[in-house]
C-alpha cells in the first residue's frame, strides 16, 4: 500500500489550525512573550463594528490585549476553524471565537 496524501495542502492547513489554537492557549495563559511570536512584527488587527479597533504592529497589539487581561478573568476558545485557501505561501482562514470573561461575554468570527 502506498503512503498518498490526497491534498497537497493539508500540512499547511494543518499549521494554520495550529496557529490559531496556540493564539487561544497563549491569552489563555497570559503567555504575552509566547502570543507576540505568533504575530509578524508589522501585523494589522482590526475589529469590525459595532467595536471598531484598528492597531498596527505586534508590539502595539500585545499591549491593547494585555490591558484587557488586567481587569479580571478571560478565556477564549476557537471552534470552527476552516482554511479555505492555500496557495503557495498565502492562505485565507475563518474560525468562530467564544471569549468569557468576569466582566462580558463575546462570540466573534475572525477572518485571516
Known amino acids: 500500500m502506498t503512503n498518498t496524501i490526497p491534498d497537497p495542502t493539508f500540512f499547511d492547513r494543518m499549521a494554520i489550525r495550529d496557529l490559531v489554537e496556540m493564539y487561544a492557549d497563549r491569552l489563555n495563559h497570559a503567555d504575552w512573550k509566547g502570543y507576540v511570536d505568533l504575530f509578524i512584527e508589522d501585523c494589522e488587527f482590526e475589529v469590525s463594528a459595532p467595536d471598531t479597533m484598528h492597531i498596527r504592529g505586534r508590539d502595539n497589539l500585545v499591549k491593547v490585549v494585555a490591558q484587557a487581561y488586567q ?5 477564549q476558545m476557537a471552534h470552527n476553524i476552516i482554511v479555505d485557501r492555500v496557495d503557495g505561501d498565502r492562505a485565507r ?3 468562530t471565537l467564544h471569549i468569557f470573561g468576569s466582566k462580558f461575554r463575546m462570540i466573534c468570527l475572525y477572518y485571516d
Open 93 to 95: 482562514a475563518r474560525h
Open 71 to 75: 481587569h479580571g478573568f478571560v478565556h
